[in-house]
């Protein structure tokens, strides 16, 4: 099949990951072709966006190309976590995550750009240069996870995986106008994740809808003997089907819709989901999360720089990655890291390392793991009432680049909604629900523990009812 029939069947901004799969089923265009469409998509528009750090020119599989954050560890094809620290760096083994997307017939298209060690909420932090966002390029693509969402966003990827650890994958779908899932904490395997904080560090789907998110997390989900906090799931992965939410309760949590810094037109396109959602049969009442909003982000910037500060010990220039030479062994620690490091690590470094000292862990760190179970506690008994809670994933649209880096603290707001669950070890799935400004807006759903195919069921139904277009309007 030549490249003008293959582009005639395959248009890379709307075709999904189903319909990409029964092509290929179909023999409609082989595995190498579809890998090829969109390595061509990526040389068209990435030039522009910057959504990969480096593409993978030949398919390692047959199916449906995945692109992968470049925290995710690929054997034979260089892992950065989107640091100079970790330039050139090839791992000599697969994370379980890869090998499961390999095992399935999926061929790694690329790695995408991220924040360093994951860590920002605008892919601004990447040593190697921002990623734009697919619906207007002079606005961040939200992060850490700006550039696997920029991809499907784009086109340049049917789906990909990121990872989540405050809102990585939840926030940057929201403003790239993608569904995410952050899955329940324990049901996909962090080995060979480059890590950031342990304890709350979670890898999951992004696609253009809710059915390809669905099909990815079942590909990858399950108990994984190199990692001891998996497990297994409690029941398979379902594709959802249909509009109807009868019997199902929803709950609006007041702190997370009427948080300060909600921009009106996120409000108004959230609180016309919650109707929709009514509509569709639901339940939905007001229940109440004070703790856990009011303490969550401290809670968080506590919790996260201390396992960072821990987990980024390692970067030493003796193992691997970069080495900068100096007169002993101190010397050459210290000119490594600090060259190696960019600021944001470097800050949150410094505060997981000041919460864990002598003198100052109880009051900090200790302190912090006991606000943290209160606030598990309080969205446990929100359960007790309700199936899903819903609110708005991310305060505001995307914002301009520029805008908030100088400034960590109003970044680090970006995340005021979707840190809570996360703390909490819940699954939450962002659906976009409209557009503000001309921009999408992201809808948050939470579940407890392993209700993956709940969220699912409530996303699809109402991304049906909303007929969202997940193309950029620049794009069309």
Known sequence: MGV?????????????????????????????ELHRAYLDAAAERDPELHCYLRLVDEPNGDGVPVALKDVISTHGIETTAGSKILAGYVPQFDSTVAARCKAAGLPIIGKTNTDEFAMGSSTENSAYGPTRNPWDPERVPGGSGGGSAAAVSAGLAPWALGSDTGGSIKQPSALCGNVGLRPTYGTVSRYGIVAFASSLDQVGPVAKNVRDCALLYSLIAGRDERDSTTVELPEPVRLPEGEDLSGLRIGVPKELNEAEGIEPGVTTAVQNAIELARSLGAEVGECELPRSVEYGLACYYLIAPAEASSNLARYDGVRYGLRVDGESY?????????????????????????????GYFDAFYGQAQKVRTVIAREHAAAFER???????????????????????????????????????????????????????????????????????????????????????????
């Open 330 to 358: 101190r010397e050459m620690v210290e000119r490594t890291r600090d060259v190696g490091f960019g600021d944001e690590p470097k800050r949150r470094i410094m505060l997981g390392t000041y919460a864990l000292s002598a």
């Open 386 to 476: 309700f199936d899903v809670l819903v609110s708005p994933t991310s305060p505001t649209v995307a914002f301009k680049l520029g805008e908030k880096a100088a400034n960590p603290l109003a970044m680090y707001l970006s995340d005021l909604l979707t840190i809570p669950s996360c703390m909490a070890g819940l699954p939450g799935l962002n659906v976009p629900c409209g557009l503000s400004e001309g921009l999408p807006v992201g809808l948050q759903l939470i579940g407890p523990q392993f209700s993956e195919n709940t969220l699912f069921r409530t996303g699809h139904a109402l991304e049906q009812a909303i007929g969202f277009d997940p193309v950029p309007e620049r794009l069309r």
């Open 4 to 32: 003008s029939s293959v582009s005639s069947v395959v248009d890379t901004l709307r075709l999904t990951a189903e319909e990409a799969a029964g092509l290929v089923e179909r023999k409609e265009v082989t595995g190498a």
